[in-house]
């Protein structure tokens, strides 16, 4: 697969006939290597020779991966790790196989996507989270795995909370914007722990830290800020009122198709990347939804070979906004996420503590 250093260069016809070559040829791939997988097409009658698009292709439910451990892998094969999506007390955790050949794909499709966003250099990168977070690797959760993804553009990489109860350590902070406040740096969190020990804490004890030279990278946790009443705008709002931060890019993504991640422009537009595919599907039938009408997001990314997570119907309420014409300049579809459906089982990505 090739890695672009420029991913949202192709128009949706193009790039239409390349994502459904390549979607299918991860399903004849998955069929041949993970049986749970095969017999599931089987039941379904699926006949790859009646694909035009990359809407026939079968999806799987996103909650799948809480239930059954999917893996295209050898069983002999050592070379893996498990992620895990994770929820609060009590909930089940997708189970997400990954080798070296998939990890490594994450990667490099993840550097592409955020350095059309970021930049090419490397930033001095305050995290908003703890150390211990990262101190797994043959087991990890989303959250370690998005930590260690974006830590690609950071340098110097401080973690601004505490182990024993995430608190934030304001000494770390402060040292941390006296050594590299004066330039550019990254702040990278999950958009709860921001909101809750960077916005919150910073607001009750009064201190207003300057970080207007900061670019904020945050992602997931949005369903416990809604039982909060918080929205896309007061967040950003407090967060410069707070902080000083005025560039503030959100991105949605999850465990189950960690990397291909869908980033938020300046128009505040979330952007599908040539590496994926996004449909919006009516819950009642699921068949493909009209521009601008809301429905259940199902997302398709080139990037799992250790899984067959390819294409993937999750429990998110979206709708499309546009295709090839964002004011940003980027091709493809652009989105907004709306919510989760009513009464759906959580799945728990956010990996709130």
């Avoid at 990954?98 to 955020?114: H, P």
């Avoid at 068949?287 to 998110?316: A, F, N, R």
Wanted: hydrophobic share 35%.
């Amino acid at each position: 697969m090739e890695i672009r250093q420029h991913p949202f260069q192709d128009d949706l016809k193009k790039k239409d006939i390349h994502m459904t070559a390549e979607l299918l040829k991860l399903t004849g791939y998955h069929k041949e290597h993970c049986a749970a997988y095969r017999r599931m097409l089987d039941a379904m009658n699926f006949d790859d020779s009646k694909v035009t698009h990359y809407q026939d292709i079968p999806f799987l439910p996103v909650t799948l991966f809480k239930k059954v451990r999917l893996s295209s892998l050898d069983e002999e094969q050592e070379d893996y790790k498990v992620i895990t999506s994770s929820g609060t007390s009590g909930q089940q955790t997708s189970q997400i196989v990954l080798d070296g050949e998939t990890r490594t794909l994450q990667q490099q499709v993840l550097a592409s996507i955020g350095g059309d966003f970021l930049g090419a250099g490397r930033m001095p990168m305050l995290i908003i989270d703890c150390p211990a977070t990262v101190k797994k690797r043959d087991h990890y959760s989303a959250r370690t795995a998005a930590i260690l993804g974006f830590s690609l553009f950071g340098t110097h990489r401080t973690y601004a909370l505490r182990d024993e109860d995430l608190s934030l350590d304001l000494d770390v902070v402060l040292d941390f914007l006296d050594r590299f406040g004066r330039q550019k740096f990254l702040v990278f969190g999950f958009t709860f722990l921001i909101w809750e020990h960077l916005v919150c804490e910073l607001g009750r004890r009064g201190i207003h830290p300057d970080l207007s030279n900061a670019v904020l990278v945050h992602g997931g946790g949005w369903k416990k800020l809604g039982n909060e009443a918080v929205s896309k705008k007061e967040y950003k709002r407090r967060i410069l009122e707070t902080c000083g931060i005025e560039t503030v890019i959100d991105y949605y993504g999850m465990a189950e198709q960690s990397g291909s991640i869908f980033m938020e422009c300046a128009y505040g537009h979330l952007h599908c990347s040539d590496y994926s595919a996004l449909l919006i599907r009516r819950p009642e039938d699921f068949s493909v939804c009209e521009m601008g009408e809301t429905g259940l997001i199902q997302v398709l990314s080139v990037v799992p070979k250790s899984y067959p997570g390819h294409s993937l119907l999750t429990e998110d309420v979206g709708r499309i906004l546009g295709i090839d014409d964002c004011p940003c300049g980027r091709k493809g579809v652009y989105f907004e996420v709306l919510g989760r459906v009513r009464h759906a089982e959580l799945r728990g990505c956010s990996d709130v503590h």
